[in-house]
């Protein structure tokens, strides 16, 4: 069987020469260019087209690893991206239980060996292991060790308005209430935001947090009230979160908010145009879908990774909270 | 350039059973086999990897095709499905946009373009025409003109259940709400069943039926009061229509189930482990995934099509129904 060593030899050029006229590079010239192919002729040589066409193609594919598609913010978050790609003739690879990390890292070489375009992740495992640098990857919310594209959402801000609004609301006993991954990641700010402005008005704040995974949200709430039982103004660290405690606190027979104001973090709809009931700090979902895909087709187009993107964050008013006066 | 016919012709053999040979068909002979080895050495022959692989390798990816992944009971239904092809080592391609109808078939040429190994299509379009034959398709809820392989759950029964279940609990005046795709699914047998429970325990039903797309759900159920103000009972035909109604009675006063008692379909959750407060006829989405991926792999595996499989419903009694005496 000929090899590209045989037509080096007969051409009187290197293997690297001989791989550039296979794959159509443009620094052969052409005299060198013909003796190859001259060679490869006299040979009967027929390139490898399978691993041409590999390493040559794009896939036009790009991968979504998210902890769960069974949940209103990253099934938002998925629906824009793929809106997005459907413009751009791109097709969408989802991974969506990667809560469990082997899950995830099974998906992360499946999806290297298939070849896909690149790859956003919504993880708060620690990967680095897994993140190659040949491969386009945006991280959203998350810090790796190594450089890596990533879009946030201003998480610092987002809890400096959550104990703006509760104060503004009469709250004098403000809790932070959370159930955080192990992983240094950009949501942990909000609790930051959250203290330093309620320090910066005079007010202190109890924090309650645990790590993931809750195996019973109300044991996580029974020990928390326990502990705190005369709060009157939270933030929770995400809707999610604060839903379960609403529907905690609704079997308990505590009333929101006219006991107790409740400021979740997302924002996000149940489906689209329709909201829930909270009270809570919205992210854009939207633009940081946009935003992601935007840094990982110029890492695609070879660009260098650039700096993060952070995004605005508001305030949604809901029924978890008092009207103001 | 030496090609397979010049292979056979050496061999001796048919240009199939050179085929079978580059494709390391068990079919062929062991000294076939080397008959043909031996040729393709004399001929200097590397076969075209590319398409042989193209040809024998199965692309290990399955697309799913969903209204929208922003919705409960979709991302619930695609949550299941890639929970189960990552236990086969499947990727999954997702088109999460397929309302619109030049989406949809946009998504449904780029697949097949690329390959995958099959769709599963959630679908209330015309896509009849995009069916290919040749690959593996399952629906869902779907007839189509072409026999299709589909799952559904039991529709009728459904509405059946509903009738019933407001009738215990005192109704004496049903109402059917609907927004209707123009194609003919299973899903509009929920009406039937319905009306038919309600005959045959002495009930009529106003009906009420638009089609979609909805452009403004308050004017919906403006007309529908407007057009039946005194019932007591209704069964909504989708969970998303029945909370749109509740968010709607909720701002008009009207109190559920004290004034009216609502029935949804679905029983979808917003996200794992947290339902909605709706009373409603329940799917087994998870059960319904599952068997359109157990369809779809036997008609990868070459089965013909078979039988449609219709799953059991069951009733799930939520806070929108009275409780029963």
């Not at 192919?37 to 998210?66: C, W």
Request: charged share 25%; with cysteine.
């Amino acid at each position: 069987m000929t090899t590209i060593k045989d037509i080096a030899k007969l051409a009187k050029v290197g293997t690297t020469t001989v791989s550039r006229v296979i794959n159509k590079s443009p620094k052969v010239s052409e005299l060198t260019k013909q003796r190859v192919e001259q060679a490869m002729k006299e040979l009967n040589f027929v390139p490898n087209e399978y691993a041409r066409v590999l390493k040559s193609q794009k896939a036009k594919t790009i991968a979504v690893s998210v902890p769960s598609i069974w949940h209103p913010f990253f099934s938002e978050f998925v629906f824009h991206i793929e809106k997005k790609l459907l413009q751009k003739d791109y097709r969408l690879l989802i991974s969506s239980n990667n809560a469990e990390s082997s899950v995830e890292i099974e998906f992360l070489d499946m999806v290297r060996q298939n070849k896909v375009d690149g790859i956003i992740a919504l993880t708060y495992h620690n990967i680095d292991h897994y993140l190659s640098s040949n491969l386009p990857f945006v991280s959203i919310d998350r810090y790796f060790k190594e450089a890596v594209a990533y879009v946030t959402s201003d998480n610092y801000h987002g809890g400096e308005i959550a104990a703006e609004e509760l104060i503004k609301r009469g709250c004098k006993n403000l809790g932070y209430v959370a159930a955080i991954a192990p992983q240094k990641n950009d949501t942990l700010r909000r609790k930051d935001g959250f203290v330093d402005k309620a320090k910066s008005l005079g007010f202190d704040v109890d924090i309650f947090q645990r790590y993931e995974p809750i195996l019973d949200y109300n044991v996580f709430f029974d020990e928390f009230f326990e502990e705190f039982p005369n709060l009157d103004g939270l933030l929770v660290m995400n809707d999610q979160t604060a839903l379960v405690l609403l529907a905690y606190l609704d079997k308990k027979g505590i009333q929101v908010p006219r006991d107790i104001q409740i400021v979740g973090y997302d924002g996000f709809h149940y489906f689209e145009n329709f909201e829930t009931s909270l009270t809570s700090i919205k992210q854009p979902i939207k633009e940081m879908a946009e935003a992601a895909l935007n840094l990982l087709f110029d890492l695609i187009d070879g660009k260098p990774i650039g700096d993060p993107v952070v995004l605005p964050v508001s305030f949604k008013e809901g029924k978890t909270t008092k009207p103001l006066l």
